[in-house]
Structure formats: C-alpha cells, structure tokens
C-alpha cells in the first residue's frame, strides 16, 4: 500500500477506528498528517469531534487540517442523498489536502466488519461482482490498513493504552439501512454461523479474483458484441452477437449498470431485444434504444445541444460534424443539377431570408423532391429506416413555416428549381468537419 518514505494523510473523524489508525501509524514510524471534516449534521455533537481531534492531534503532534461543510444544502444542490454528499466532499477535500501537503496516500479507516457489512450491503442492493468483491486495500490514492482487522481488535488495541475516542451516536440509530446490517443482522446472522464474519470476508477475496477473471473475459467480449457508434451514441451492442456468448445477461448488466440502469431495468432489456424494435429504457441521464437487433445508449445532454439556430444568406454554421453553408448563383452558371444528399438546390424567389436551422418536430411535413403530395418527415426516416436515436437528431432548414431540406437527405418539391423560369439558385451544402471546404 505504501512504504516507509511516503507521507500518509490520515482521515480522522474522532471515532474509535480512525483513532486506532492513528496511533497505530505514528507506532510504527510513518510520517502523518491528519485531516478532519465537520459535515454539521450532528449539531453540537460534530463541533465536540472537531474539538476531540484538535487536542488528539496537539498531544500527539501531528499536523490536522480541518474543513466544515454544509452538507445538507450540498446534498440537495447535487440531487444526491445525505450520505453520498459526505463522502463526495470529505474525498474530495482530502486529495486537495494530499496534493497541498505534498502527501503519497489517504489512509482511512475501513476494517473488516465494514467490509462485511458492505458485502452484506451490496446483497441486498442486488450488486454483481464488484460489489460482492468488497473494498480493497488500494484504490487509488487511497489505501485501508486496517482492512483484515475486526472493530474487536481495534477496540482491544485501544484499551491497552486507554485511549479516549469520541462515539456517533447516528451509528445507533436503526433507520439507516447499514445499521440495521450492524446491529440487526449481523448479530442474528452469528448466532447462526458464529464464524459469518469471517466466512463473509473469505467468500469476499474469492469473489474479488472471480471478478478479476470476469473482466479479463469482458474486455475480450467487447472487441465481438460491440459496434461503431458515433453521432451522440456511446455505446452500440449487436444483440445476435450478445447471445452467442457464455453468459450474455451477465455481460449486458456489466455493460449497462455504469450508466445507471438498475438490475430490474438491466432484464427487462435482456428479455425484450431479442423480440421488440424501438423499445426505450431511461435511467438518471441516459436513454437507450433497442433497434433493429442494436442496442443503442446514448447520454441524454446530448439532445439539449441541438438548438434552433437563424441561418442567414451567406452564412457558414456549425452543426454537429460540420458546417452549413449557404450561396447563391445565378442560374445560368449551374449547367446542371447535382443530385448528392449533402446538397440542395433551390429556386432562391421562393425562399426567404432568414432561414432557421433547427431539428424535427412532431408532425412537421414535407414534400420530398420528385412527389406531389406531402409525407411526414418521421415517416420519410422511418422508411429511410432511420432509428429514433437518428430521428431525434435530424436537422432542417426551414423558410418561414416551410421545411426545404431535410438536411443531408432531400429537399422540398415545393421549392425545386423549374428549368427556364427559375433565375437564381440558393445552394445550401453540408461539409463534413473533416474535409477541407469547397471552392464553389
């Protein structure tokens, strides 16, 4: 975890095993320095720890940086619970501290009862693996010591030199679900199997090297079910190809659970690909679509990027992989038509100025070149077998209330150029960021 020339930060919050941390670090000769935080959720409670570490730290002369937060507030900012804003905080303050200080390793006081009841915890929550596999003694810049020790030990380790430590009394409160694990469960769990403490860590380490295994089977899973993906999708799974794998349910939780879909959402994906086109699913900030034996995920920010935009004679605007451009010619200087999809030319009399760049609506319509009567523009994509994904961020130049391209695709009939009548041509053009742009 580290060695006897780094500089070790030690998160003390006053409790008996960040206490034991302490102490028993300086007994063997590490270099410390502590760091506390106030999370003022306690009352005067949290300002009597901030007190016990300030003359804990004085007596044993260690350096202590201290910060307060106002966690609640915090919490409620960031949309997140109580305990998810402590633990955002006080790891962030830490690596600021570490940094500051010039310090190797954040030591925290993690023991095996915690690692016990977080295996416990991660059960129950319906984890895989990787929660199973408990903490580990290395994350990062964090490390935990104590992490084979059991909260018996550090208290016995304690009492030998009668050393004071401050109680929370929140640990004692059974509305937190972790408690309920500690002072419930887990009492009733040994009267059982008396060894459950240690029967958990052990099931824990094997669980850490099957997981282990299971992600060098994933990497190697990944180069044969996944596909390019671009234009705001994060991720493309082929379906067929899922399902030809040893454990495919396994492999798409993993590839799921980090953007947040819940095991519950996670099968009803699974159970739903293989039969249904067009099917979402949403957790916190991604959307996913399963369309035509694909499995498209994409980040929902992605949408609010594609904003109405005005797009005025001469302009050359940035879209998404690249530029609209717009110019006008007279007609006696195109000899003739092109036909490519990432150009329109229109008969410049029927249009206005400005135009407005924007992505489809619901219900918008268009006459698609070469047909007489109107067709909605979602249906055109559909036939164009566009997903929704691709539908969502089509674009459109609009004249008035008029589309007159659907970008990249086709333009409006209604403003098609008529041979020896049409005197002016407004050409609008797509070029591909990664090409140079024309000369025309």
């Avoid at 958990?200 to 044969?224: C, N, Y």
């Avoid at 997903?387 to 970008?407: A, E, R, T």
């Avoid at 041979?419 to 742009?437: D, R, S, V």
Wanted: aromatic share 8%; with cysteine.
């Amino acid at each position: 975890m580290f060695s006897k020339h780094d500089g070790i930060l030690v998160a003390l919050s006053g409790g008996s095993d960040s206490v034991a941390l302490l102490r028993v670090l300086l007994e063997l000769g590490y270099r410390c320095h502590a760091a506390h935080c106030n999370f003022n959720l306690r009352g005067t409670e949290s300002d009597r720890d901030e007190q016990f570490v300030h003359t804990l730290c004085s007596q044993l002369e260690v350096p202590l940086s201290v910060t307060g937060f106002d966690t609640k507030n915090y919490a409620t900012s960031h949309k997140i619970s109580i305990e998810m804003a402590a633990r955002e905080l006080r790891y962030a303050y830490f690596e600021e501290i570490r940094k500051e200080q010039h310090l190797d390793v954040i030591a925290v006081a993690h023991h095996r009862d915690d690692n016990v009841e977080t295996f416990l915890l991660n059960l129950i929550r319906g984890s895989g693996l990787r929660g199973l596999s408990g903490m580990h003694f290395r994350n990062g810049f964090v490390v935990r010591p104590l992490l084979e020790v059991s909260r018996n030990d550090i208290l016995d380790y304690l009492k030998t030199f009668m050393q004071a430590y401050v109680t929370d009394s929140s640990n004692l409160q059974t509305q937190f679900t972790r408690n309920k694990i500690r002072l419930q469960l887990l009492p009733f769990m040994r009267q059982i199997n008396p060894s459950i403490d240690t029967t958990i860590e052990q099931t824990s380490i094997r669980l850490h090297s099957v997981e282990k295994i299971s992600q060098s089977f994933l990497v190697d899973a990944k180069t044969r079910i996944l596909r390019a993906t671009d234009n705001g999708i994060v991720m493309m799974i082929d379906v067929a190809a899922l399902l030809k794998e040893i454990a495919p349910e396994w492999l798409l939780y993993e590839l799921l659970s980090p953007f947040g879909f819940t095991s519950a959402q996670i099968n009803d994906i699974f159970h739903t690909m293989p039969k249904h086109t067009g099917a979402t699913f949403h957790s916190d900030k991604t959307d996913l679509l399963i369309d035509r034996g694909m499995i498209q995920i994409r980040k929902r920010e992605y949408l609010s990027e594609i904003e109405e935009q005005p797009f005025n004679q001469g302009d050359r605007l940035k879209i998404e992989g690249g530029f609209l451009r717009n110019f006008i010619l007279p007609a006696t200087e195109l000899k003739q038509i092109p036909r490519e999809r990432h150009l329109a030319n229109l008969d410049a009399s029927k249009v206005l100025f400005p135009l407005t760049v924007r992505p489809i609506k619901r219900g918008d319509r268009f006459i698609p070149f070469g047909m007489k009567g109107s067709k909605l523009v979602s249906d055109y994509l559909t036939d164009r077998k566009y997903s929704l994904f691709q539908k969502q961020k089509q674009l459109v130049v609009v004249s008035g209330k008029d589309i007159i391209w659907l970008v990249n695709e086709r333009p409006d009939n209604r403003f098609a150029i008529v041979a020896g009548k049409t005197e002016q041509i407004l050409c609008i053009e797509f070029e591909p960021e990664t090409q140079p742009a024309s000369k025309t």
